[in-house]
């Protein structure tokens, strides 16, 4: 086994799917900036959720945010719902594991807020049960994916958002999605305040 190989593979591969996810994803990432940015305009915030590697993705997100991305800036509002152990595992064990998202959406999420939905496969219960809370909270959904978008694609709404990775594998799906995520948060910075440093 030639690991050096093997290593160049997942370059390439890695590469490929981003510059076919390109010109797909352009749009809807773009579309994603600017509701979420209108959000952050209108003193809303941002709620993120997913599982595993998602549930990382968000709260990476989130700490880009709160904190900064690339420049100096006032904290903008968002939070992961993946964090806190204290809810997850009460509602995991009071009510049920495909609540952990959507119970915490129906608490803290308002009208004029944004639901990130991240999913690879887009099969997520609960991230699902999460985007139907949102839809009752009159929130706006951008939800990220791969494949073929799955049951989430089904659920959104007009005025929803949909960045679905064009790949199957999932680590591909993840790499474009931790993109995705980055250029949101450059783009939220260039439309809250320009391209001050």
Same mark, same amino acid.
């Given at each position: 086994?030639?690991?050096?190989?093997?290593?160049?593979k997942?370059?390439?591969?890695?590469?490929?799917?981003?510059?076919?996810?390109?010109?797909?994803?352009?749009?809807p990432?773009?579309?994603?900036i600017?509701?979420?940015?209108?959000?952050l305009?209108?003193?809303?915030?941002i709620?993120?959720?997913?599982?595993g590697?998602?549930?990382?993705?968000?709260?990476h997100f989130?700490?880009?945010?709160?904190?900064?991305f690339?420049?100096?800036?006032?904290?903008?509002?968002?939070?992961?719902?993946?964090?806190?152990?204290?809810v997850?595992?009460?509602?995991?064990?009071?009510?049920?594991?495909?609540?952990?998202?959507?119970k915490?959406?129906?608490?803290?999420g308002r009208?004029g807020?944004?639901l990130?939905a991240?999913s690879?496969?887009?099969?997520?219960?609960?991230?699902?049960?999460?985007?139907?809370?949102?839809?009752?909270?009159?929130? !706006?959904v951008?939800?990220? =994916?791969? +494949?073929?978008?799955g049951?989430?694609?089904? *659920? %959104?709404k007009?005025?929803?958002?949909? @960045?679905? !990775?064009?790949?199957?594998v =999932?680590a +591909?799906?993840?790499?474009?999605?931790?993109? *995705? %995520?980055?250029?949101?948060?450059?783009? @939220?910075?260039h439309?809250?305040?320009?391209?001050k440093?």
């Amino acid at each position: 086994m030639n690991l050096t190989l093997r290593i160049n593979k997942q370059f390439d591969d890695s590469a490929e799917t981003k510059r076919q996810s390109r010109d797909v994803l352009a749009t809807p990432i773009a579309e994603a900036i600017q509701a979420m940015a209108e959000c952050l305009r209108q003193d809303a915030k941002i709620l993120c959720c997913g599982n595993g590697g998602s549930a990382a993705d968000s709260q990476h997100f989130a700490a880009e945010l709160i904190n900064r991305f690339e420049m100096e800036r006032p904290e903008l509002a968002a939070i992961a719902l993946t964090t806190d152990s204290s809810v997850l595992t009460s509602i995991a064990n009071d009510y049920d594991y495909n609540q952990i998202f959507s119970k915490q959406v129906r608490g803290l999420g308002r009208k004029g807020d944004v639901l990130l939905a991240i999913s690879t496969s887009g099969n997520s219960t609960n991230v699902i049960a999460a985007i139907e809370a949102a839809h009752a909270r009159n929130m !706006v959904v951008v939800a990220l =994916t791969g +494949r073929d978008g799955g049951k989430m694609g089904e *659920v %959104l709404k007009p005025g929803d958002i949909h @960045i679905c !990775v064009p790949a199957k594998v =999932t680590a +591909r799906i993840q790499e474009v999605h931790l993109l *995705v %995520l980055h250029c949101i948060c450059d783009g @939220i910075d260039h439309v809250l305040y320009g391209d001050k440093k």
